[in-house]
């Protein structure tokens, strides 16, 4: 129903498949689902393992929330995470977060959009990636009466953005690295920047009435001839 969907490993398992892995449908209409995992440092490489179909959409006011959570490994998805709100109630919220990597892979999709749109954020202390092929969409649904998401991407290691974020008018994408360089479409940067965003991509999502904010703990570079 509304309620809790819980899962929880608070110990380390002796196997390299320790973790939290749904290769399956978890469906909790306006409610909440939790995905967490705890386990011991180098024992296991995904931690929660998302190739299946989350659904927290709304039923109410809005929609519901998705939590993947995992401390002491990955989180690598590779699936559906929903929580939208439909056209008549607010997207819900999604949280992924990992003390290692995120890894949104080609063909995963996170969905937040609804009456306006939800928010999103991906919380990697290591690399965030998302793969050309992947989409956060957190679109309203009437652009000319309900405004877009906020989606951040924080990945305090590296960021590589290949995949597509989808907010729209009245959204907020916020990039949130350690160092980063914005380049020329098809440039690169001088120096050891391992987080690059091109100008384009930018421009784009200004374009459709986003909003950026880049914000980095150390480095931005504005690479020559933008």
Known sequence: GNGLVNFSVDEASLSAQAGVQNLGEIVAQGGRVVMAARTAHGLAQAAVNNSGRISASGVSEQGGDIYLVAEGGNVDSSGSLEASGGNGHDGGGVL?????????????KIDITGKNGGVARLIAKNALVT?????????AANHDTGKGGFVELSGHGRIALGGQTQLGKGGMLLLDPTNICIAAYGGTCTGSFDSTVLESDIEA???????????ASENILVSSGL
């Open 131 to 139: 793969s050309a092929g992947s989409l956060i969409d957190g679109r």
């Open 205 to 215: 999502a200004l374009n459709y009435g986003t909003d950026v904010a880049i914000i």
């Open 96 to 108: 992924i977060q990992s003390d290692a990597d995120i890894n949104l892979a080609s063909g995963s």
